[in-house]
C-alpha cells in the first residue's frame, strides 16, 4: 500500500456516520466494523422498510440505529461520515457537517484507501458496465488477480481490505460517486462519453462534466487515460488531460488513428503508442454486437495493452465476450419474437445505442424514474421501432416527445407485467421486444437489476 493512500486515522477509536443502506453503505458498514469503528447508520427508512438481505446484514452488527429518525440527530458525536452515492450533498444535514468541519467520504474513496491493489478506472455516461467487465476478463486473462468491483455489483469497500499489493481492481465509477473522492488515484482511466444524464442532481451539463472529470484529477506521473475522440465533450477533458504533467492520454476512435490510443484502420484495431503501431485482431471478429460496443471494446483493450497485457490474450477474450447481464441481453425467443433486456439503459443515450444495435423491426418498452432528461433526441433517432409501449413516472413526457416528433404508434401502459403482454400480442415473428427504458427505475423498482430480473421472468412466464 503507497503512503499516498493511507488512512492516518484510529478506527477503533472513531465513531462513524454511514448515510444510506443501499450496497455501498452495507458494504462500508461491515469493512469499518471488522476494523473496530464505533457505527452509525442512517437511512430515510426505518428498519422494517428496509430489504430483506440488508437486514440480515445488519444483525450481524453492532450499531447505534438512527434508521428512519433525523440525520442531524446522529451528527452529534460523528468523527466522520461515509455517504451514499444517492445523497446530494446539498443535503442540509451535510451542509451542517461542512460547517461542523466533519470528513464526508464516499464509499470508493474509503475502499481505495483502504485497499493495496492497483486500480483501473472507468467513467462515463453510457457503455461502462460492459466495458468494466470486459476489461476484467482481459486482466484475469493476462494472469493478473482481478476484483471487477464499483457501480458494476459488488461495491469496492467489500473487498478493499482483502486485497494485496500487485492486485488489479478494475473499477466502475459513476458521477456520483466520483462527488466525494478526495485521494482517489487510479493508474490508468478510461471515459467512455459524457451525454445528458443525473440533471435531477447536476442541474447542467457543466456540473455533470465537472464530475466525471474529476476521475483524473489525482492522476500524472507514469499512469494513463483513454478519452473518446468522437464525442465533442469528452475531447475537451481529453485537452484537460494533456495539460496534467505527465499524464499520458489516448484517444479512441472507429476511425483510423492519428496519435496514440485505440482506432481501427484497414479493419483492424490498432493500438498507437509513441509512433508505434500494433494491430491487435480484426474488428470484425470482436464478439460483442453493436457500434457502440466495439467502441467498447476499443477502451478495453487499450486499457489492458497500456498496462502491459498481451495483446494475443486481449484478442482471445475480445473474439469470445459475449456482454454482461441487463446490457442488450437476449431473454429467449418465444413465437419467432426475440425478448432483449437492455434495463441497464438508464438515458436516452443509452436507449438509442440499444436501438441502433437492433436490427429486427422493435417494440421498445420506455419509460421510468425521471432524471429530468429530453426524450426529444429519441424519436429523431428511430428507424427500426415501430411501436412503442411507456410507463412509469416519466410516461407523459415520453408521450408528449412523440407527439412532438410526430410518432403515433405509441401506447401508455400500467407497468411492466402489462408492458410484456402488449408487446406479445403486437410482435410479429421476426420482430424484437427491447426493454431500453431511457430512464432509472428508481420509481417502480429498487434498481436496474431488478427490473430486469422481472423482466426476464415475465418473458419466461409467456
Known sequence: MTDDRRWSRDWTKSR??????????????????????????????TPAELPQSTQEALHALRYADYLGRSPEEALDGADVLVVSPGLPLSLPYLEQARRRRLPIVGEIELGYQLSAADFIAITGTNGKTTTTALTGEIFKAGGENTYVLGNIGDPLSAHAL??????????????????????????????????????????TMENYTAAKRRILENQGGLDYTLINGEDPVSRQLADYARMRIGLHTGLVTLGPGERDGMS??????????????QRVMRAADVCLPGRHNLQNALFAAGLALEYGIPASRVAEVLAT???????????????????????????PDATIKAVEAVTQPTVLILGGFDKHADFAELFASFRTVRQILVLGETKEKI???????????????????????????????????????????????????ERGRHFKSLVMAL
Open 321 to 347: 465476450f459475449a456482454g454482461v447481464e441487463h446490457r442488450l441481453e437476449t431473454v429467449a425467443t418465444r413465437n419467432g419474437v426475440i425478448y432483449i433486456n437492455d434495463s441497464k439503459g438508464t438515458n
Open 399 to 449: 408521450l408528449e416527445a412523440a407527439a412532438a416528433a410526430g410518432f403515433s404508434a405509441v401506447q401508455p401502459v400500467a407497468d411492466l407485467e402489462e408492458a410484456v403482454r402488449e408487446a406479445a400480442r403486437i410482435a410479429e415473428p421476426g420482430d424484437a421486444v427491447l426493454l431500453s427504458p431511457a430512464c432509472a427505475s428508481w420509481d417502480m423498482y429498487a434498481s436496474f437489476e
Open 162 to 203: 482483502e486485497t494485496e499489493i500487485g492486485d488489479v481492481v478494475v473499477l466502475e465509477t459513476a458521477a456520483l460517486q466520483l462527488d466525494t473522492i478526495d485521494r482517489f488515484h487510479p493508474f490508468g482511466s478510461a471515459v467512455l462519453n459524457v451525454t445528458p444524464d443525473h440533471l435531477d442532481r447536476y442541474g
Open 264 to 277: 481501427i484502420a484497414d479493419g483492424w484495431i490498432v493500438w498507437r503508442r509513441g509512433g508505434d503501431a
Open 16 to 45: 462513524v456516520l454511514i448515510c444510506g443502506m443501499a450496497r455501498s453503505g452495507v458494504a462500508a458498514a461491515q469493512t469499518l466494523s471488522r476494523l473496530g469503528a464505533e457505527l452509525l447508520l442512517h437511512d430515510r427508512r
